[in-house]
């Protein structure tokens, strides 16, 4: 009997116990049998809980159960996995690289679902994506190249306006770099790796990589961000377009256009390059050494005759401008007043700018409309300095007959005083 008492006191306790450890645990948990679980488990298992909780998802209200299925009322009580990882809660497990792109638009692309959350977020992921050569690869089974998680992350989604976002524009180069610049993932290619070490020299990676600014393109400016694949050597002016307008619209009325399909020569790629685009100069037209026209047009070509004239215009342009410059830098340093001229010299200046893009009309006649134009302008800036220059002669010239003037009035008036002054003879 008096074992038996001893036996409900300890049974007793350890209800009493176990009443009081269980709220204490709960404290911990969020009730989501995925999180609670998963949190408890090792490396790669717990990573998921771990990192979860800055992903867009996660912050939208989405959970573990929405992109795995399962249930996430069972399984962490009774500690069992299959009771959450259960067939009857459409359990789709991890999926593997070829299917991960149907896993995420399952929602991506579903248009009625993803109104709820973002009406403005495109919902054309996977249609783009099939058609990029990352796609046709993933297709085949090829599981080096780019899916969703390669560039998005996983576990850990960001916003792409978030500036730590894999994706976001600073960041684009070195997420496609880390594939398209390993040697060892690229060998069976046969493609080169050199893109993001070129790209980063550029013109356009030394002003978004190095000075931040958000107008120069990233690589998916020229690839597209889904449909990443080169530009067709005919649509490389309408990628280069999207900023360089200009340029883009004479081009295509330009000779090369047709010429440069023909030979299938990279539109604006032949002269300028595509990842190492540097800065352009007067030296690339004309005749001269550094000239580019000369490498495909020789002297009695069309072409050749053009480059020369082109570039004749484009020095009378800069040389009036010259001396224009000159002229109203004397003025002023001489005392007068040339605000109007300086405004008409920044008008005549903005014409060699407008002029350097009006090149890509290749079409010495149209060019020399524009030059033209600039040397008109300098032509009023040089009247305005040398109209200066004159008033600034008159004033020395008045200066110069007036003060011997001047100085004979005083020698007068000294002589009359004297006389005044002194005593009669
Ligand atoms: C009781 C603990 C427990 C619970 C609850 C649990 N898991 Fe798991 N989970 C595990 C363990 C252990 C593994 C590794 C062994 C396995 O695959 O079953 C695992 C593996 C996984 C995997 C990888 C499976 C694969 O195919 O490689 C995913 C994804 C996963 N769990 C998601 C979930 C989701 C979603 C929930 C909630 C609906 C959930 N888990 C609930 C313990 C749990
Ligand atoms: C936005 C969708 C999404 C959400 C939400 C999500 N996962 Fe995953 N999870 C994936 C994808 C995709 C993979 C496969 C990743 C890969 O192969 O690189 C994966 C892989 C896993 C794996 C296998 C890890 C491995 O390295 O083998 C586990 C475990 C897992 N998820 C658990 C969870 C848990 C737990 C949660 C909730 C805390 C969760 N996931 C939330 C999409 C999601
Ligand atoms: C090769 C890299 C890459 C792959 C693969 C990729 N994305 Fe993107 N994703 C990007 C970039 C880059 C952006 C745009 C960033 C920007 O707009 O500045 C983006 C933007 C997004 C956006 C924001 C809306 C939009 O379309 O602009 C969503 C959603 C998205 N991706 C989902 C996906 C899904 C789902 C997949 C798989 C089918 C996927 N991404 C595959 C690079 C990638
Ligand atoms: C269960 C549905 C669902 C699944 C599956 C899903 N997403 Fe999402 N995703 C959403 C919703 C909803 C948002 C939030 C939209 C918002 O609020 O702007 C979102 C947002 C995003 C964003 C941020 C877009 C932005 O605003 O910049 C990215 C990137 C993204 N998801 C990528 C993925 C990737 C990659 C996968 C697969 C691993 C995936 N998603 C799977 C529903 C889903
Ligand atoms: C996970 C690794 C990986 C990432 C990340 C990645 N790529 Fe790729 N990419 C590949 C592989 C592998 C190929 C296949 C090579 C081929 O085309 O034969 C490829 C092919 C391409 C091609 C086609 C090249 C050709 O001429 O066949 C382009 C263009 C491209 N990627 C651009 C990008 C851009 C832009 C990004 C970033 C937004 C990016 N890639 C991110 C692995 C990656
Ligand atoms: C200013 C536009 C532009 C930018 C920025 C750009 N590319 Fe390209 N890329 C091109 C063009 C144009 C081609 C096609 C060249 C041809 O076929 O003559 C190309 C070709 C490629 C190819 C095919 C192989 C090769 O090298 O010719 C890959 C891969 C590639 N780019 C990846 C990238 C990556 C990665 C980045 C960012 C680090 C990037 N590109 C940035 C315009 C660009
Ligand atoms: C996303 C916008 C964008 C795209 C796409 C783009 N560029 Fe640029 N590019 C810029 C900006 C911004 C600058 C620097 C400002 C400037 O000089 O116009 C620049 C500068 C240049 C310069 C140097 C101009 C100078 O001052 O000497 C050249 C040449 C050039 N780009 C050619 C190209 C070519 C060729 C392509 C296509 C293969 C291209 N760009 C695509 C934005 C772009
Ligand atoms: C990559 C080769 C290449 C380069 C570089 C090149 N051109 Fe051409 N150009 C051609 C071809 C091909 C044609 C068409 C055949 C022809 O008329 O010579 C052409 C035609 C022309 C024409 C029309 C000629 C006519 O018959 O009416 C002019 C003008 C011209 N180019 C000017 C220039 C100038 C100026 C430059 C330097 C800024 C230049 N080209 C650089 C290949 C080139
Ligand atoms: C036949 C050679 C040739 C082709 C093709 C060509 N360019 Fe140029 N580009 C030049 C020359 C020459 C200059 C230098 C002008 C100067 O500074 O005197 C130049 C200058 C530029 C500049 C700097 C001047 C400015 O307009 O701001 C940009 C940007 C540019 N090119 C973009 C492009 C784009 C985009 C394309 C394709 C639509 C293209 N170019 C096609 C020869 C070419």
Known sequence: MRCGTLTYHLLFLLLLSALVAVPAAAQDETGNSCIDCHTDLDGKLAAPAMTMTEDVHYRRGLF?????????????????????HSRRYDWRGAPKAIDIPEFCTRCHANVNYMKQYNPSLRVDQLLEYRSSRHGELLAEG?????????????????????SRSPVHRANIPATCGACHADKALMKPYSLPTDQLAKYSSSVHGVLLLER???????????????GATPPGLNSIANACGECHALNRDLFNKSPHKKAFAEMELGEC?????????TKTGDFMIGTGDKS??????EDGEAGFEAAGAMKAQLDSLKNILASAEE???????????????????????????????????????????????????????????????????????????????????????????????????
């Open 269 to 277: 790629t032949t002269c300028h390059g595509h990842h190492d685009v």
């Open 212 to 226: 931040g600014d958000a107008a120069a393109p990233a690589c998916n400016d020229c690839h597209g961000n889904h």
């Open 292 to 297: 580019i026209c000369i490498d495909c047009h």
């Open 142 to 162: 090829d599981e080096n190249v780019a899916q969703c998680v390669s560039c998005h992350g996983v576990h850990g989604i960001l916003s792409v306006s978030d």
């Open 327 to 425: 002229l109203l830098e004397r003025a002023e340093q001489g005392g007068v007043d040339v605000e109007s001229g300086r405004f008409d010299l920044q008008q005549a200046r903005n014409v060699l700018i407008k002029a350097r893009g009006a090149i890509h009309s290749f079409d010495p006649e149209s060019f020399t409309k524009v030059t033209e134009t600039g040397i008109t302008e300098a032509g009023i800036v040089m009247e305005i300095g040398e109209a200066a220059l004159h008033d600034l002669w008159l004033r020395q010239v008045g200066l110069a007959i007036t003060i011997p003037l001047i100085l004979l009035v005083a020698l007068a008036l000294y002589w009359k005083i004297r006389r005044i002054e002194s005593p009669k003879h």
């Open 64 to 84: 573990c159960q929405d992109c795995h299925g399962g249930n996430p009322e069972r399984g962490f009580a009774e500690g069992d996995p299959e009771l959450a």
